[in-house]
Structure formats: structure tokens, C-alpha cells
């Protein structure tokens, strides 16, 4: 009998120790996906404060510096196809020192330029249509792509 009910402890004891092991796991995974989901949650606020500081450093630098808006124009126009006829949406800050400079934008072999002033597009980019598509150069677009990747990355 004695050697029976220690028998039986011993099997008690061994049932509840499992238990509590089952119930220690679930505790860990549990605070493993919590871990995470904080982690996600602190990467994702970063990135969005990383993003929202380098808007407000490139919109103060593009404000100043009166021609990035030409040093767009001449990229986004170096994909252009002599000929072309464009419409080159712009923020109005630029469409002064974009006339000033239209003699070199023609000669990229372009037909014929029309400028536009748009309160949508930052200073610094702008927004090309031509007759075969568009090409666009706004700030926000860009920021947006490099966003993007970064999600992607991450």
C-alpha cells in the first residue's frame, strides 16, 4: 500500500509539474508575440518620425535653394525624346527662375514647353505630362519611394 500511494504521488506530482511546463511555454510564447508586436509597433513610429524630420529638412533646403527645381528639370528632361511637347506642372515659388531658364530647358530638344503653377507640387519638384505619359519628379513622390522601400526592408 505505502509503496502504491508513493507510486501514485510520484505520478500526481510528475502530471502537475507537466501542467505547470505547458503553462510556462504558453506565458514565453505569449510574451514572445507580445515582444514583437511592440517591436513592430516601435519600428513602424520610427519610421514614420525618421520620415516626417526628413520631410521637414528637405522642404527647408529646397526653400532655399532656389534652383534644385533646374537640377530636377534637367534629370526628369534627360528622359525625355527630342520633339516632345510637355506641360511641366510646378510649385509657384519655381516658376520664376524656371522661365529665366527655359532657353535651356528647350534645348533638350523639346517642341515646345508649357509651365504651370500647381500649390500641390513642393518646391524643388515638378510633374511633367507629355504626349506619350508623364514623369514625375515631385519631392513627395520621391520621399514616397524611399518610404516604400524602407517598409519593404523592414
Same mark, same amino acid.
Given at each position: 500500500g505505502f509503496e502504491q500511494g508513493r507510486e501514485e504521488g510520484w505520478r500526481k506530482g510528475e502530471a502537475e509539474l507537466q501542467e505547470t511546463l505547458r503553462r510556462?511555454? @504558453?506565458i514565453i510564447e505569449e510574451l514572445e508575440g507580445f515582444r514583437k508586436r511592440v517591436l513592430s509597433e516601435m519600428e513602424e513610429g520610427m519610421l514614420e518620425l525618421v520620415m516626417e524630420v526628413s520631410r521637414k529638412v528637405i522642404r527647408?533646403?529646397?526653400?532655399?535653394? %532656389?534652383e534644385a527645381v533646374l537640377r530636377t528639370l534637367r534629370e526628369a528632361a534627360s528622359k525625355l525624346t527630342d520633339g516632345d511637347r510637355v506641360k511641366i506642372y510646378?510649385?509657384? $515659388? $519655381?516658376? !520664376?527662375?524656371?522661365? !529665366?531658364?527655359?532657353?535651356?530647358?528647350?534645348?533638350?530638344?523639346l %517642341?515646345?514647353? !508649357?509651365? @504651370?503653377?500647381d500649390p500641390h507640387i513642393s518646391p524643388g519638384g515638378c510633374f511633367i505630362e507629355t504626349e506619350f505619359g508623364h514623369i514625375d519628379a515631385r519631392v513627395e513622390g520621391q520621399l514616397e519611394a524611399i518610404e516604400e522601400g524602407m517598409r519593404r526592408e523592414g
Open positions: 510556462f511555454q @504558453r527647408r533646403e529646397l526653400l532655399s535653394d %532656389k510646378l510649385s509657384p $515659388d $519655381d516658376i !520664376e527662375i524656371v522661365r !529665366e531658364h527655359l532657353a535651356e530647358i528647350l534645348s533638350h530638344g %517642341k515646345g514647353v !508649357e509651365l @504651370r503653377a
